[in-house]
């Protein structure tokens, strides 16, 4: 299986491929129109600039995502059976049925310690 960031990945370049289309489109043939104007032409430029922006956007967060580790908290690099292994792991460690015998081994490296240096 793939990580959850390689899915963000495939997931925006989805995206950003039909929005380079469309942008193509209205800028080429301006034929995304959202209300007929009068005079009977219409620019709309406004639609175009929110589709470019929104493309860069997307972009910088994919390249954000692929080449730095920002956004690593929210979308791990792990694949999904690393992870799994590593939250059963950890899930582990921190079972209450360990805690007695975790806990009274710091109290006696404690008391160990506290002798010592009262010898």
């Known amino acids: 299986m793939d990580s959850p ?11 950003i491929l039909p929005l380079i289309f469309l942008i193509s489109i209205v800028f080429i043939d301006n034929e995304l129109t ?40 929210w979308f791990s690099k792990e694949n999904d059976e690393k992870m799994r292994l590593r939250l059963e792991e950890e899930y582990r460690e921190a079972d209450i049925s360990n ?4 806990w009274a081994k710091m109290e006696m490296k404690h008391l160990e310690k506290k002798h010592g240096e009262e010898e």
């Open 5 to 15: 960031a390689g899915r963000l990945e495939r997931l925006l370049i989805g995206v």
């Open 34 to 73: 959202i209300k007929e104007c009068s005079y009977g032409t219409c620019n709309n430029y406004v639609i175009l600039l929110i589709l470019i922006l929104l493309v860069i956007i997307f972009i910088i967060i994919l390249l954000i995502n692929r080449f730095t580790y920002i956004l690593d908290e």
């Open 99 to 102: 805690l007695n015998s975790q």
